[in-house]
Antibody
Framework: QVQLVQSGAEVKRPGASVKVSCKAS????????INWVRQAPGQGLEWMGWMNPNSGNTFYVQKFQGRVTMTRDTSKNTAYLEVSSLRSDDTAVYYCTRAPSRSFDIWGQGTTVTVSS | SYALTQPSSVSVSPGQTATITCSGE??????ACWYQQKPGQSPVVVIYQDNKRPSGIPDRFSGSNSGNTATLTISGTQTMDEADYYC?????????FGGGTKLTVL
């Protein structure tokens, strides 16, 4: 079946970087954009941007520009989200999600990133 | 930047109709989606492209989008529908979410 499986939880110090992976299966990885969404504890969903797995083209929400990098490895059907210069308010669950037809139809299980000194 | 506004909470009795609104400037000129999220789970799309239901979503879920408002309607609401609901505006560059509505069925 179509699924996105994300890497495990991370605990990082302020100022560090984190890289979350999202492995796709059950469909052709290069045919649908991968978007990243985060959710801080008790808060709503926040869209971070998208990546085209075929071209590698990206779009980052202005708030995250300069601190976020979305990449992929097509040989592994895997997308990556790297967030640098982590702050305490980056503590959140990070989701990857597929966008084939103007909606996010498949979501990963989420990766909890905790930033704490 | 583009913003979407939802009521923070909506309450409904079982079997009744729940209506959740989402407001944004000229929202009707963009596509609207709705996601359901239960505690500890990933979101699930229940309506996409304004009024389309993905396979597996019950037909008691319906959507509309016109002017500045998109609406999610749940007819014959069941206790299993209790969840957070998020609207999303979709155009060539924007995928912004509303703040979310907690639907309570009691």
């Amino acid at each position: 079946q179509v699924q996105l499986v994300q890497s495990g939880a991370e605990v990082k110090r302020p100022g560090a970087s984190v890289k979350v992976s999202c492995k796709a299966s059950g469909y052709t990885f290069t045919t649908s954009d991968i978007n990243w969404v985060r959710q801080a504890p008790g808060q709503g969903l926040e869209w971070m941007g998208w990546m085209n797995p075929n071209s590698g083209n990206t779009f980052y929400v202005q708030k995250f520009q300069g601190r976020v990098t979305m990449t992929r490895d097509t040989s592994k059907n895997t997308a990556y989200l790297e967030v640098s210069s982590l702050r305490s308010d980056d503590t959140a669950v990070y989701y990857c999600t597929r966008a084939p037809s103007r909606s996010f139809d498949i979501w990963g299980q989420g990766t909890t990133v905790t930033v704490s000194s | 930047s583009y913003a979407l506004t939802q009521p923070s909470s909506v309450s409904v009795s079982p079997g009744q109709t729940a209506t959740i609104t989402c407001s944004g400037e000229k929202l009707g000129e963009r596509y609207a989606c709705w996601y359901q999220q239960k505690p500890g789970q990933s979101p699930v799309v229940v309506i996409y492209q304004d009024n389309k239901r993905p396979s597996g979503i019950p037909d008691r879920f319906s959507g509309s989008n016109s002017g500045n408002t998109a609406t999610l309607t749940i007819s014959g609401t069941q206790t299993m529908d209790e969840a957070d609901y998020y609207c999303q505006a979709w155009d060539s560059s924007t995928r912004v979410f509303g703040g979310g509505t907690k639907l309570t069925v009691l």
